[in-house]
């Protein structure tokens, strides 16, 4: 414990570009990550809609967060990208960008000589290179408006993506409470064959 303390006042502070690992396009700040959920990795930076592209895709229900969607690096200005970044989740009415460690770089004067590094997961990123804050009310708040300013429309397709998640999961319940009646009265019913 007083190790894992002594590591993130080390870290605390540490303030990297995080790019896209494809075309080195910017997307955020190390400082603007938090964690979420303990592992979604987030970015709390309103104007990062601008640097990405959002779109629905399998959408189900996680933890307390709700997948809605995949975001995808835009690109610069003269050449367009399409990575895959991350995904769009949901949590506390907020719809938050996650950001996969395998989809970026990280590039600050003090890494190796200045140069760009790729990892693989954010459990080594947070533990060698910077520390990445528990998401707060604060953060919630500053993310809650951010996509409907940038994009009402975006905003509303993943409010009804949201939606669709609930109903589905409220009917594969249904469904799964129905299929084990089904079972438990097939069992009572061979049990009284028996007799």
Not at 145 to 157: G, P, T, V
Request: aromatic share 8%; net charge negative.
């Amino acid at each position: 414990m007083e190790r894992e303390r002594q590591l993130k006042d080390v870290l605390k502070g540490k303030c990297y570009d995080l790019k896209c690992h494809l075309c080195g396009s910017f997307v955020c700040k190390s400082t603007d990550m938090r964690v979420a959920c303990e592992s979604h990795y987030v970015c709390c930076d309103p104007n990062i809609w601008g640097r990405v592209d959002s779109r629905i895709h399998n959408s189900k229900s996680v933890s307390i967060a709700t997948l809605v969607g995949k975001i995808h690096c835009k690109g610069s200005m003269t050449s367009g990208c399409n990575e895959v970044l991350g995904t769009v989740v949901r949590l506390y009415g907020a719809f938050l960008p996650t950001i996969a460690a395998k989809s970026i770089l990280i590039e600050g004067k003090d890494i190796y000589g200045g140069r760009a590094q790729l990892n693989k997961k954010w459990e080594i990123v947070v533990r060698e290179l910077f520390y990445v804050e528990p998401i707060t009310d604060k953060d919630l708040k500053l993310m809650l408006n951010s996509l409907f300013s940038y994009s009402a429309e975006q905003h509303y397709q993943f409010e009804e993506e949201a939606e669709l998640v609930v109903q589905r999961a409220a009917a594969e319940m249904k469904e799964r409470k129905q299929h084990h009646q089904q079972y438990s009265d097939s069992i009572i019913s061979m049990d009284d064959d028996d007799w």
